[in-house]
Protein backbone atom coordinates (compact mmCIF):
# COMPACT_ATOMS: atom_id res chain seq x y z
CA UNK A 1 0.00 0.00 0.00
CA UNK A 2 1.66 3.59 -0.82
CA UNK A 3 2.09 5.91 1.43
CA UNK A 4 -0.91 8.49 0.02
CA UNK A 5 -3.36 5.46 0.59
CA UNK A 6 -2.22 5.02 4.25
CA UNK A 7 -2.43 8.41 4.72
CA UNK A 8 -6.23 8.61 4.06
CA UNK A 9 -7.20 5.43 5.64
CA UNK A 10 -5.29 6.41 9.20
CA UNK A 11 -6.29 9.02 11.36
CA UNK A 12 -3.39 11.27 12.75
CA UNK A 13 -3.42 12.81 16.54
CA UNK A 14 -3.89 15.18 17.29
CA UNK A 15 -6.49 15.48 14.67
CA UNK A 16 -6.68 18.00 11.78
CA UNK A 17 -9.59 19.71 10.24
CA UNK A 18 -8.67 17.54 7.11
CA UNK A 19 -9.32 14.23 9.46
CA UNK A 20 -13.07 15.51 10.77
CA UNK A 21 -13.75 16.43 7.19
CA UNK A 22 -12.67 12.45 5.87
CA UNK A 23 -14.80 11.45 9.30
CA UNK A 24 -17.38 13.21 8.84
CA UNK A 25 -17.82 12.60 5.07
CA UNK A 26 -17.67 8.85 5.88
CA UNK A 27 -20.55 9.00 8.84
CA UNK A 28 -22.91 10.97 5.82
CA UNK A 29 -22.35 8.09 3.59
CA UNK A 30 -22.64 5.31 6.41
CA UNK A 31 -25.91 7.07 7.25
CA UNK A 32 -26.90 7.34 3.68
CA UNK A 33 -26.05 3.44 2.82
CA UNK A 34 -28.39 2.45 6.12
CA UNK A 35 -31.19 4.87 5.29
CA UNK A 36 -31.26 3.29 1.89
CA UNK A 37 -30.86 -0.55 3.36
CA UNK A 38 -33.77 1.06 6.02
CA UNK A 39 -36.48 1.72 2.82
CA UNK A 40 -35.50 -1.25 1.23
CA UNK A 41 -36.24 -3.21 4.05
CA UNK A 42 -39.64 -1.41 4.78
CA UNK A 43 -40.51 -1.76 0.84
CA UNK A 44 -39.94 -5.63 0.62
CA UNK A 45 -42.13 -5.77 4.33
CA UNK A 46 -45.13 -3.77 3.00
CA UNK A 47 -44.90 -5.85 -0.45
CA UNK A 48 -44.61 -9.01 1.49
CA UNK A 49 -47.72 -7.79 3.87
CA UNK A 50 -49.52 -7.01 0.81
CA UNK A 51 -49.19 -10.24 -1.04
CA UNK A 52 -50.06 -11.75 2.19
CA UNK A 53 -53.21 -10.18 1.88
CA UNK A 54 -54.15 -10.35 -1.40
CA UNK A 55 -53.68 -13.71 -1.33
CA UNK A 56 -56.15 -14.62 1.94
CA UNK A 57 -58.49 -12.37 0.59
CA UNK A 58 -58.76 -14.20 -2.71
CA UNK A 59 -58.73 -17.46 -0.96
CA UNK A 60 -61.41 -16.72 1.18
CA UNK A 61 -63.27 -15.19 -1.88
CA UNK A 62 -62.92 -18.62 -3.33
CA UNK A 63 -64.04 -20.42 -0.23
CA UNK A 64 -66.90 -18.37 0.20
CA UNK A 65 -67.97 -18.81 -3.48
CA UNK A 66 -68.06 -22.70 -2.91
CA UNK A 67 -70.10 -22.77 0.22
CA UNK A 68 -71.87 -19.48 -0.26
CA UNK A 69 -75.93 -20.93 0.16
CA UNK A 70 -74.57 -21.96 4.03
CA UNK A 71 -76.89 -25.24 3.94
CA UNK A 72 -77.10 -27.37 6.43
CA UNK A 73 -76.88 -31.02 6.54
CA UNK A 74 -80.12 -33.11 7.71
CA UNK A 75 -82.00 -36.52 7.43
CA UNK A 76 -84.73 -37.52 6.58
CA UNK A 77 -86.49 -40.43 6.68
CA UNK A 78 -87.81 -42.76 3.65
CA UNK A 79 -89.87 -45.80 3.33
CA UNK A 80 -88.71 -48.18 0.43
CA UNK A 81 -91.04 -48.64 -2.17
CA UNK A 82 -91.59 -51.13 -4.69
CA UNK A 83 -89.32 -50.83 -7.98
CA UNK A 84 -87.26 -48.40 -5.52
CA UNK A 85 -83.28 -48.90 -5.39
CA UNK A 86 -80.40 -46.73 -3.79
CA UNK A 87 -79.98 -44.60 -6.68
CA UNK A 88 -83.51 -43.83 -7.93
CA UNK A 89 -83.89 -42.38 -3.88
CA UNK A 90 -80.21 -40.87 -4.14
CA UNK A 91 -81.54 -39.11 -7.17
CA UNK A 92 -84.34 -37.34 -5.46
CA UNK A 93 -82.67 -36.04 -2.52
CA UNK A 94 -79.17 -35.11 -4.51
CA UNK A 95 -77.80 -31.55 -4.56
CA UNK A 96 -74.43 -30.66 -5.15
CA UNK A 97 -73.16 -30.19 -2.14
CA UNK A 98 -73.34 -34.23 -1.58
CA UNK A 99 -70.04 -34.39 -3.82
CA UNK A 100 -70.58 -36.76 -6.45
CA UNK A 101 -73.94 -39.49 -6.70
CA UNK A 102 -71.49 -42.31 -5.73
CA UNK A 103 -70.62 -40.71 -2.88
CA UNK A 104 -73.59 -39.68 -2.05
CA UNK A 105 -74.87 -43.46 -1.92
CA UNK A 106 -72.05 -44.77 0.04
CA UNK A 107 -73.21 -41.86 2.27
CA UNK A 108 -76.77 -43.34 2.69
CA UNK A 109 -75.29 -47.03 2.72
CA UNK A 110 -73.09 -46.01 5.26
CA UNK A 111 -76.28 -43.81 7.37
CA UNK A 112 -78.07 -47.38 7.69
CA UNK A 113 -75.29 -49.78 7.92
CA UNK A 114 -75.53 -51.11 4.59
CA UNK A 115 -73.13 -53.21 2.90
CA UNK A 116 -74.83 -54.01 -0.15
CA UNK A 117 -76.41 -52.47 -2.45
CA UNK A 118 -80.08 -54.02 -1.72
CA UNK A 119 -82.65 -52.62 0.06
CA UNK A 120 -86.19 -53.75 1.09
CA UNK A 121 -89.61 -53.00 0.28
CA UNK A 122 -91.41 -51.54 3.54
CA UNK A 123 -88.32 -50.23 4.99
CA UNK A 124 -87.43 -47.01 6.36
CA UNK A 125 -83.89 -45.37 5.28
CA UNK A 126 -82.23 -42.62 6.53
CA UNK A 127 -81.88 -40.38 3.80
CA UNK A 128 -78.94 -37.35 4.08
CA UNK A 129 -79.98 -33.81 2.50
CA UNK A 130 -78.99 -30.60 2.34
CA UNK A 131 -81.47 -27.44 3.12
Known amino acids: MSQENMNE ?3 RFPLTAED ?3 AGNAAKDDARRMKKLYRRTITV ?3 AVVAFVICFAFASLLGNAK ?3 QRTKKLTSVYVESG ?3 WS ?3 EYYTPECGN ?3 YIREIKKTNGLESDTIRYGYPLLVPYYE
Do not use: N, W, Y
Open 9 to 11: KVL
Open 20 to 22: LRR
Open 45 to 47: VVI
Open 67 to 69: GSS
Open 84 to 86: DSL
Open 89 to 91: IAE
Open 101 to 103: MKD
